[in-house]
Structure formats: structure tokens, C-alpha cells
């Protein structure tokens, strides 16, 4: 069995070295120990598929995935697993590959929730996403809701759950037992959810790092809630 992991953006610079040893396995989701199963795993960036072509940089972020689909699924690979895997869905549809579609459910959810059920763009997600052949949720929360969504996936929809590389992370405490710790810069973050669970628990302390952009919009900031932005 082949397997391509394709990453949304740029994370080549990431994986210099060996995992576990120079950086945390964690982002690769499984990739390097795929080869204990007897599976052959890659993974590859957009740019990867495009050559690094100056033209690339100047399509939409869409429209590179909607045409990665002719480098990825005729037959190259058995399975492609990854989170813009959306956009490719029309070809699917239209081509029917062999290749295996399993999606990991970053944003979808948060998606779905955008749209109420009998919409122009719900009917549309619900269209593109009847041929994912599998979705991967990251905590038994969001499979819960993403299910409610779509609950025809409920035997296609597992939950693997990212935990931490302890290989390469050395843990260390300070003798603080009730802080809760956020770290993220995407904008699928929901910081909004957690400050309001802040306003409940006020007897925790809340960390968040992340990008003043992830902040916008979201006022009145409890006292038990320190921010710490774009920190390296």
C-alpha cells in the first residue's frame, strides 16, 4: 500500500533531521511509523506538485488544490490523507479514482456549523463531502458534533487523538497544577469558546499564544486570561 500525506502549506523547513530527535513527530500524524506496518508513506507540500513553478504562487489556495488532484489520484497512490482534501471532491466525483480520500477533520466541522442545513453552500458541502472515503476527528468532541452534522459518517468517522511527543518533549513543571494552556496561530483556532470557558472557571489560569488576528473581535478579556503573541 502507498500512502501520501500532503500538507495544506509550506512545513518543508520543519522536517529537517530526524523525528523524535531534532524535531517532534507529532505534526507528521502517524507518517513515520507507517513503515512498521509494511506501508509505504511520503508526504508532499503543494509546491512539491507544482515544481516550485512561479505561476503556483499565483493561483488561488483552492483552485492548487482543486488541480493537485491530476498529480495525486491516478493511480499513484493508494490512500491520500490530509485537511484541503475538500477542494478536490468535484474531480473525485467526476473521475472516480481508486485512490482512497481520508480527510482530516481540522476545520469541517467548524464549516458545517457555519451553514444551516438547506442553504445553497450546506447542500454543497453535503454534495462534495458524501465521497470522502474516511474522516480522521482529533478529539471524541468534535466526532460527536461533526456526526451530528453528517451523521451518515458515523462508520466512516474515527478519532485518533494527537497527544504529544515525549520522545522529544521533556516535560518540566513549575508547581502550577491549574493553568490551561492554548497554543495555535491557524484561523480555525476557537479562542472565543475558550475565553468564555475562562469566565466560568475563574479559579483556573488561562495561557493563549497566538496571532492578534485570532483575537479579533473578541472583547472584555476575563482577568484569569494572559495572552502572549506570535512568540517563536
Known amino acids: 500500500?502507498?500512502?501520501?500525506?500532503?500538507?495544506?502549506?509550506?512545513?518543508?523547513?520543519?522536517?529537517?533531521?530526524?523525528?523524535?530527535?531534532?524535531?517532534?513527530?507529532?505534526?507528521?500524524?502517524?507518517?513515520?511509523?507507517?513503515?512498521?506496518?509494511?506501508?509505504?508513506?511520503?508526504?508532499?507540500?503543494?509546491?512539491?506538485?507544482?515544481?516550485?513553478?512561479?505561476?503556483?504562487?499565483?493561483?488561488?489556495?483552492?483552485?492548487?488544490h482543486f488541480f493537485s488532484y491530476f498529480f495525486i489520484a491516478q493511480g499513484r497512490y493508494d490512500v491520500v490523507f490530509g485537511a484541503s482534501l475538500l477542494y478536490m471532491l468535484p474531480l473525485k466525483k467526476l473521475m472516480r479514482p481508486r485512490t482512497k480520500f481520508v480527510f482530516l477533520n481540522l476545520s469541517l466541522t467548524r464549516i458545517l456549523r457555519a451553514h444551516a442545513p438547506g442553504t445553497f453552500k450546506r447542500k454543497v458541502l453535503d454534495w462534495l463531502i458524501k465521497d470522502l472515503d474516511a474522516v480522521v476527528c482529533l478529539s471524541v468532541a468534535q466526532r460527536t458534533e461533526f456526526i451530528a452534522h453528517a451523521?451518515?459518517?458515523?462508520?466512516?468517522?474515527?478519532?485518533?487523538?494527537?497527544?504529544?511527543?515525549?520522545?522529544?518533549?521533556?516535560?518540566t513543571y513549575d508547581g502550577r497544577s491549574n493553568v490551561i494552556l492554548s497554543v495555535g496561530r491557524d484561523n480555525g483556532r476557537d479562542y472565543r469558546t475558550l475565553v468564555e470557558t475562562a469566565r466560568i472557571l475563574p479559579e483556573y489560569a488561562f495561557e493563549i499564544v497566538c496571532s492578534k488576528r485570532n483575537m479579533k473581535g473578541i472583547e472584555n478579556m476575563p482577568d484569569n486570561v494572559k495572552i502572549f503573541y506570535d512568540m517563536p
Do not use: C, W
Open 1 to 64: 500500500m502507498k500512502v501520501l500525506y500532503l500538507y495544506s502549506g509550506s512545513r518543508t523547513s520543519s522536517f529537517q533531521g530526524t523525528p523524535g530527535v531534532d524535531y517532534p513527530d507529532t505534526q507528521l500524524y502517524g507518517l513515520n511509523h507507517l513503515s512498521d506496518f509494511g506501508i509505504e508513506a511520503e508526504y508532499k507540500e503543494l509546491n512539491d506538485l507544482f515544481g516550485g513553478s512561479a505561476l503556483f504562487s499565483k493561483i488561488p489556495f483552492r483552485l492548487r
Open 151 to 171: 451523521p451518515s459518517f458515523a462508520a466512516k468517522t474515527s478519532v485518533v487523538l494527537l497527544g504529544a511527543d515525549t520522545y522529544y518533549y521533556q516535560p
